[in-house]
């Protein structure tokens, strides 16, 4: 007979180009259900010693099915590769949330002090006391919100008439240490975001990967087992 080949079903395949990218949950999904397919799949035909017979000749022997195995391994390990960096990301978002309102509140509150403290010093008062537009940035805000609470100790007089109103030397560091847990905050995020960026395309190439891999296989198989129904069965033909 000849090598014709048989119309081949349809497999999971990524969304068309021309149609919105499929919702994340829905792709993890579909990600998920490929993996244990394709593998499931593949242990059926390596338990059919007459199925692994007629693959043979054509590099297909269990050799060369537990190279698909191991493509199916090495999605999911990138799978869940992926969902640990997205889950260390939410919480590195939670945790710079955290840190960004406890920096603003408590420089809300001291600002809001010292600008009655020091009415009678414009010096002090525009020292210390940050207009809000400046420090809209986060990056402005730690600069000069820092350089604020640093000059309130430095100067013995701004300190004296805030230790008055609990914002002793002790107090503003801790504020200062808020504005480090913020900055380290931050980068621990941006760090969490890389990579959660990098597991994506791990993931995506290794399932593009066992994609491919399934693909050549299931069109030899195809060819391989056109006489027997049964064995292409295996495959969900």
């Known amino acids: 007979m000849s090598d014709n080949l048989v119309p081949q079903p349809p497999q999971p395949s990524e969304p068309p180009a021309s149609k919105p990218r499929a919702p994340r949950a829905t792709q993890d999904q579909a990600d998920a259900n490929l ?6 799949r593949l242990i059926a035909v390596q338990g059919s010693g007459e199925a692994v017979m007629q693959l043979k000749p054509r590099g297909f022997d269990n050799a060369g099915l537990d190279e698909g195995l191991a493509a199916c391994d090495t999605a999911q390990t990138k799978f869940n590769a992926r969902e640990i960096a997205l889950d260390n990301k939410r919480t590195a978002a939670k945790t710079l ?3 960004d309102t406890a920096a603003r509140a408590g420089y809300a509150g001291f600002s809001r002090i010292a600008a009655k403290v020091f009415k009678d010093n414009p010096t002090a008062k525009a020292a210390v006391v940050i207009p809000s537009r400046q420090i809209q940035d986060q990056d402005k805000f730690l ?3 820092e350089g604020a609470y640093n000059t309130a100790m430095s100067r013995s007089t701004y300190q004296a008439a805030l230790n008055k109103r609990g914002y002793t030397a002790e107090a ?3 504020e200062l240490a808020k504005l480090k847990a913020w900055s380290k905050a931050s980068a621990e995020y941006e760090a ?3 990579a959660s960026n990098r597991t994506t395309a791990e993931r995506k190439a290794a399932v593009q990967a066992l994609k491919t891999w399934w693909a050549e296989f299931y069109a030899t198989a195809q060819v391989a087992l056109k006489d027997r129904p ?7 033909a």
């Open 35 to 40: 993996i244990n397919t394709y593998r499931t």
């Open 192 to 194: 969490a975001v890389q």
């Open 172 to 174: 503003l560091q801790a």
């Open 143 to 145: 600069t000069f919100v």
């Open 97 to 99: 949330k955290a840190a």
């Open 230 to 236: 049964d064995l292409l069965g295996l495959l969900g």
